[in-house]
């Protein structure tokens, strides 16, 4: 199982931009799949994005595509998400998640490992 800390969040004004960052412990980073997730209150949670094991299958929700891009740095066991555009309704506690199985197991919302989230504040 991997372990997973989040970093990067903050309050920004909206048409700003925050990169989000996940460090990740354990064995075999490279082999899962990996993306994020937001929650915000009174809200399901919503994956955002997913990434292949090899960085070189991405997947964004509708919402996001276009201002939101996925990495991830292997040699780093590190993934990130870089925000641009950011709007109010970004606004959440975003969360790293990790997957054995397939990048389309963590789109489809169903992941292994997430760590504790950070918080996103986008104001208008």
């Known amino acids: 199982q991997v372990q997973l800390v989040e970093s990067g969040g903050g309050l920004v004004q909206a048409g700003g931009s925050l990169q989000l960052s996940c460090a990740t412990s354990?064995?075999?980073?490279?082999?899962?799949?990996m993306g994020w997730f937001r929650q915000a209150p009174g809200k399901e949670r919503e994956v955002v994005a997913s990434?292949?094991?090899?960085?070189?299958?991405?997947y964004y929700a509708d919402v996001v595509k276009g201002r939101f891009t996925i990495s991830r740095d292997n040699a780093k066991n590190t993934v990130y998400l870089q925000m641009n555009k950011l709007k109010p309704e970004d606004t959440a506690v975003y969360h790293c998640?990790?997957?054995?199985?397939?990048?389309?197991?963590?789109?489809?919302?169903?992941?292994?490992?997430w760590g504790q989230g950070t918080q996103v504040t986008v104001s208008s």
């Open positions: 354990g064995r075999n980073f490279s082999s899962y799949a």
């Open positions: 998640a990790a997957d054995g199985r397939s990048m389309w197991a963590i789109a489809g919302g169903s992941f292994g490992s």
């Open positions: 990434i292949s094991w090899s960085g070189e299958t991405t």
